[in-house]
Every structure is written in structure tokens, then in C-alpha cells.
């Protein structure tokens, strides 16, 4: 029986995350010619490539290949206020909030609960797709789908880090499940 495969890429870096701030519609900070070399032929042709609709997503997809669809539940969450901002220069107390109450946007844009209701409605649409799915995405939506996919409490968000460019394995064959590999 073949399974549905996910592949979860971080977006390259951007400007803003090296500088502390918030994420806006940003494109990447990288030399792009080796890094699409050395990532050119990552995944077979048949997988189908998907990426949120920021500049830095659909960049970092061209990496992978030219024929990336955009798929909006890949977007990232939405910080409303607080885009473009220095983490560093918000009220202390409304970010703490945003960081312990799942429920909380004191910023007018989405809470984490809502980022992640909004992946796990997504991967529930692909327990039905057979193949392999790459989906170019963000920190926050790989925060999401790992909470989904382990099925831990929302209070754990926090306690993922995820490295631009770095990919995250998941399977789904009548149940999720995290996918460990080795490249040696």
C-alpha cells in the first residue's frame, strides 16, 4: 500500500529573521546559484511541489523545481501589528502573553491555536492523496503540523525550533507518523 509522504521545508533565511524582527512579505538573503545546485534533484520529479504564497517561499521553492503551486493553508501565520517589527522593541507583557496563551493575538492577526487549526485541516486533506507532497513553508506551519502529526499539546509550540532549509519527514498511512532519516 503506498502511503502519502510529506515533506516539510523551511524557507531559506530572510533579512528580518537575521535581524530579530517579525516576518513580512520578504524575499530571502542567500547566493541562490549554489544553493540551487546543490539542492537541484532533492526529489523525484513526480513529487508535487506546493509552497506557501510569501516572496520567500515561493523563492525558496524555486530551489526545488519551476512548477510550485501555491497553497494559502501554507501561509504563514498572520502577525498583524507586529510585522516587520523588532521582537526586542514589543511591549514585553503583550508578547508573553502571545507566547503562553495559545488563544492570545494581541497583535490583531492570528493566534497560534488558529495557525494551528488551520494546518491540521490541511493535513487532513492530504490522508486522502496517495504520492509525494514537498511544501516549501514556515517555522510556524512546521511548528503546527509536528503538534498535529505527535499530537501534542499546544503549549509545546514553543519548544520546536526549525532551521531555514531544514526539512521535516512525515508519513501518513492510516495514521501519521514522524519519519527519522539518515543521509550517510
Sequence with gaps: MQATRLTLICHAATPLQKQGRFPDDESVAMQWQPAALSLAGRFKKSSRLVCGPEARTRQTAGLFGDNAQVEDALRDGDFGTWKGQA???????????????SASAPHGGESVEQICVRVADWMK????????????THPFVIRAAMLYVL?????????????????TELRFNNVWRLRLETHA
Design 125 to 136: 486533506s492530504l490522508e486522502t492523496q496517495l504520492g509525494h507532497v514537498v511544501a516549501i
Design 151 to 167: 499530537q501534542f499539546p499546544v503549549s509545546m509550540f514553543y519548544l520546536i525550533d526549525v532551521e531555514p532549509l531544514s526539512a
Design 87 to 101: 521582537i526586542a522593541q514589543l511591549d514585553s507583557h503583550a508578547l508573553s502573553d502571545w507566547m503562553t496563551n
